[in-house]
């Protein structure tokens, strides 16, 4: 929401018309009401260096230069303990190496810190407000020498806190803002739980957490040093008359299946700061370019100090039908088109308040279909979305902020992008939800958002739960969702993970969610773990059956294991090797090779996560055993790429019936990890993210990898994913063996294939059986014989098996029979011809071109854009393909697109699996 009020000239014929009650106080204009932002000027300190009190703190003599070496200057704000404290370089480069435990101290989270500005506080207005929208996790406020808030009051992570300070502020002077902040102290299973966050596994609690007396090995308290307390969120001064909009929103209801009109509802809350009884007008115009206005408003008298919820609906006011509304739809689905709301409260004609957003006019629903296929999930059918009446295919990823909650709106929006780039249509929040930028970005981006609390720890142990717990949950609720409320993007909401609320705790959520107006989905559980008393599972279609480490691409087709259908919350291969230049950025060159406890470090927690048992087996089984981390990572790509394809692809390729909704765990790094990503904390992408990508295109030609029956036989699928009708394409199949010989040429009919739906294309028996290793090349050809799409797969005569469904572990990797994908270390090399060029339509755009003169393919080529001629990789950097395959004779064009005020794209270097590097400039 953005604040844009104004207060006009109040005129002294307004005592002839109102009751005297409604004179203003003042006698002369007032200045617009505004919010400003006090990121600017911040100091922090630890408690235990500052014996200093708040009421002397908090004043504007008070002097922390006498005492340089306890107060530190926050470089930026908002900033957490342990970020400021980097930022600063009292702790620097903490996720290099064992820096993150081996040079912090790791009690921070046992000491009190002091969060101190200086801000001016424009004269004129009669409210002024200080708004907190995360604090980790209590604190004290002190403005001016007084205590405007107590640690009783000011507690929750993810509360909202709204404070009243107009008796405390000094208009058109200087005032100083102290706030002591008490971190999370207690620890689950030890002494009880606050409401905080928690990296549970996500970072390895052998190594990172509490590791004293009573820790319970299955469920570790993973933290760092300061638990993330502090101001993590914006703080804001907020300046207004005596009556101030708080947030709002507007429903919208499409008649479906029709979607030619659109009943929209306002919903939004007026607050009477003063001791008088206010009369006004509230007044409502949506606006659209192109589109006419929507005019709407009500008179509203106020009580003294009266807080009060207000509502336009189309039962009272007809012109909020409004007839062919441009719908907001997921950018993979359309154009999200969004509307502006304006709010106005008018006293004598002017407004006194005046506040502005943007919604979508969409409807998002949620039903469970009737897929009995795995009956040990649960009874009820899978989950899935429709929006605006049509079904929606979720193929989403996890999405994390820093470690330590770095505030980086570029960082933001680089990450956003590559979800558009990637052709994700989906990101889920498990709690570590960021401020409201992150959901405005979302909207405009037409990215759907599923947003929930984390799972595992602090709010999944209700037994341990006190008033004070119960008390922050609802409130931590209420803050969240009316935050959330007004967005677009906002799709479902999860009052849980692997968990389901209890009774006491469920209803109460449902009844806040009633009461905010929430209209979108809402789960209580996206597991099926929880039972009845009877045995019964308790789920609403959403299951977390993993696997949450590697599996090969016939997993994905065969049909036969429950994890690889229906609706599933988070699956993907946790253990993930970044590209070789991201690796020497925080494991220390000693510490290299082979994998040892500095690689483990940076892992998760679970058993064969914290050893990269999966990922190793994995690479070392189907590409061969590794001498170097150089080559180690090399073959991982290979490996994350084919697995991750597979996964995308297969819950559109096997059909709507049994595949709603794969979430990708996750999509990137809070830190550089091993933790599974789509790309890591560089933002440096890799095999996983052009794997996610080729795997997601809305038009493609799928190869199953001889998943099904006696596995002589791969299907073909196109699949079309685009909005509309796919009409009058081809599917060309073609086969290589390693020496580069074409043995296999197939083109299917012609296909037309609706939105959304499949096509058999082909079906292809085993081709060059002399080859152990053979490339498979799929096109899609539009009606003019136009390559559109291309998918290359590598694909060993021997087969992968995974064995037994009933011997599928999430976070286990057995397999009965591996695929041997050694021979392509074999393949002979390749002298490759680069070419790289400005492309003239677009700056900040270069045109690679890779030619293989030979008669051999030249396998696994990625292109990279270098500022300088042995320089790293600039980052952030989409490609409209990469780690691709050229074969004989050809040449493939690599687009790279920089964001605006990149490095300069002066090189190209391109590295393959069987040619040497190439490094050539940019003409």
């Known amino acids: 929401m953005r604040r844009t009020a104004v207060l006009g000239l109040v005129v002294l014929l307004a005592v002839l018309v109102l009751g005297v009650g409604d004179v203003p106080r003042f006698a002369r204009p007032e200045p617009p009401a505004r919010d400003v932002a006090l990121s600017a000027g911040w100091q922090l300190a630890s408690a235990r260096d500052v014996t200093d009190d708040g009421p002397s703190i908090s004043t504007a003599d008070y002097r922390t230069t006498s005492s340089r070496g306890q107060w530190h200057d926050v470089r930026q704000m908002p900033a957490t303990v342990l970020q400021a404290l980097q930022a600063d370089g009292t702790y620097p480069n903490l996720y290099y190496g064992k820096n993150l435990l081996d040079e912090v101290p790791q009690d921070l989270w046992k000491q009190d810190w002091w969060y101190r500005t200086t801000f001016d506080a424009e004269a004129g ?238 409807t998002v629903t949620q039903f469970r279909d009737d897929d009995d296929r795995f009956p040990e999930l649960g009874a009820g059918g899978n989950f899935y979305l429709q929006v605006n009446g049509r079904d929606f295919l979720v193929r989403g990823a996890t999405y994390t902020p820093d470690l330590l909650y770095a505030y980086d709106p570029n960082r933001e929006d680089a990450i956003l992008s590559y979800v558009r780039d990637l052709g994700l249509n989906m990101l889920r929040l498990e709690s570590k939800i960021p401020d409201e930028n992150f959901a405005e970005k979302a909207d405009e981006l037409g990215i759907p958002l599923m947003v929930g609390w984390m799972c595992c720890n602090q709010w999944e142990k209700w037994p341990q739960w006190d008033d004070e717990d119960n008390r922050v949950a609802r409130d931590s609720l209420r803050s969240q969702i009316t935050m959330l409320r007004s967005h677009a993007s906002a799709f479902v909401w999860a009052n849980a993970s692997d968990g389901r609320p209890p009774d ?40 977390m059956a993993g696997p949450y480490t590697w599996r090969p691409p016939s997993y994905w087709f065969s049909g036969k294991y429950r994890a690889a259908r229906g609706a599933s919350a988070e699956q993907g291969d946790n253990e993930h090797i970044p590209p070789f230049a991201s690796l020497q950025e925080f494991i220390p060159p000693d510490k290299l090779w082979p994998i040892n406890d500095f690689w483990y470090f940076h892992a998760g ?45 297969s819950y559109a390729a096997l059909g709507w019936a049994g595949h709603k909704m794969t979430i990708y765990w996750m999509l990137n790094n809070h830190w550089p990890s091993f933790f599974g990503n789509l790309f890591d904390y560089y933002l440096r992408p890799g095999g996983a993210y052009y794997g996610a990508k080729q795997g997601m295109r809305p038009l493609s030609a799928v190869f199953d990898s001889y998943a099904t029956g006696d596995r002589s036989r791969a299907n073909v699928t196109l699949v079309n994913q685009t909005p509309g009708e796919a009409k009058d394409v081809r599917v060309r199949v073609r086969v290589y063996d390693l020496q580069g010989r074409l043995r296999d040429d197939q083109t299917s009919p012609t296909l037309t294939v609706g939105s959304g739906d499949t096509a058999r294309a082909l079906t292809l028996p085993r081709e060059a059986r002399d080859s152990r290793v053979f490339f498979v090349r799929c096109e899609v050809l539009d009606a003019s014989g136009k390559v559109v799409d291309e998918n290359v ?121 069987n040619t040497a590097p190439v490094v050539v400039p940019v003409s």
């Open 125 to 362: 207005h009669r409210t002024y407000q200080l708004d907190f929208p995360g604090i980790n996790y209590r604190a004290q406020i002190w403005l001016n020498g007084q205590l405007v808030a107590d640690d009783r009051e000011i507690v929750g992570m993810y509360v909202d806190h709204d404070l009243d300070v107009t008796a405390w502020i000094r208009p058109g002077q200087p005032n100083t803002l102290a706030v002591k902040v008490t971190p999370e102290r207690s620890l689950q299973d030890v002494d009880g739980v606050e409401l905080a966050d928690s990296w549970f596994d996500w970072i390895n609690w052998n190594f990172l957490g509490y590791r004293g007396p009573n820790k319970n090995p299955a469920n570790g308290n993973s933290f760092v040093a300061d638990r993330n307390a502090g101001v993590w969120k914006p703080v804001t001064l907020r300046m207004s008359g005596a009556v101030a909009i708080a947030a709002a929103t507007v429903n919208t209801e499409l008649p479906l299946p029709n979607t030619d009109s659109a009943r929209l509802s306002i919903f939004t809350t007026l607050r009477n700061f003063s001791s008088d009884r206010i009369r006004g007008v509230l007044r409502a115009t949506i606006s659209r370019a192109g589109k006419p206005d929507v005019e709407v408003e009500k008179p509203v008298s106020l009580g003294p100090g009266e807080c009060r919820d207000v509502e336009f609906t189309p039962d009272d006011f007809s012109q909020l039908t409004v007839q062919h509304p441009d719908l907001w739809w997921p950018y993979t689905m359309g154009a999200p088109n969004l509307y502006d709301l304006r709010l106005e409260f008018r006293q004598f004609g002017s407004a006194v308040d005046d506040t502005h957003q943007r919604f979508g006019v969409r």
């Open 504 to 543: 006491e705790v469920r209803e109460d959520y449902h009844q806040i969610l009633t009461d905010l107006h929430w209209q979108n989905a809402v789960v209580d559980t996206v597991s099926s773990y929880v039972t009845d008393a009877s045995g019964e599972r308790l789920w609403d279609g959403i299951q």
């Open 605 to 649: 927690s679970n058993p064969d996560n914290t050893a990269l048992t999966s990922t190793q087996l994995a690479v070392n089984r189907r590409y061969g055993a590794s001498g170097s981390a150089y080559e180690f990572a090399r073959k991982a790509q290979l490996a994350h790429y084919e697995s991750t394809r597979a996964q995308f692809e």
């Open 793 to 913: 797969y590598w694909q060993s005569q021997a087969n992968d098996d995974v064995g037994d469904p009933d011997g599928d572990f999430a976070f286990e990797l057995h397999q009965d029979t591996w695929a041997d994908m050694t021979p392509l270390n074999y393949l002979t090399k390749v002298p490759l011809s680069v070419t790289a060029r400005r492309a003239p339509d677009s700056v900040g755009a270069v045109m690679i071109s890779l030619r293989n003169p030979t008669k051999q393919v030249a396998f696994f080529e990625r292109a990279e854009v270098t500022a300088t001629r042995d320089g790293d990789e600039v980052l952030p950097i989409t490609y409209d393909d990469n780690y691709v395959t050229v074969f004989p004779g050809e040449t493939v064009d690599v687009r790279a697109t920089l964001p605006a005020g990149s490095a300069p794209a002066d090189w190209v270097r391109v590295t393959g699996y």
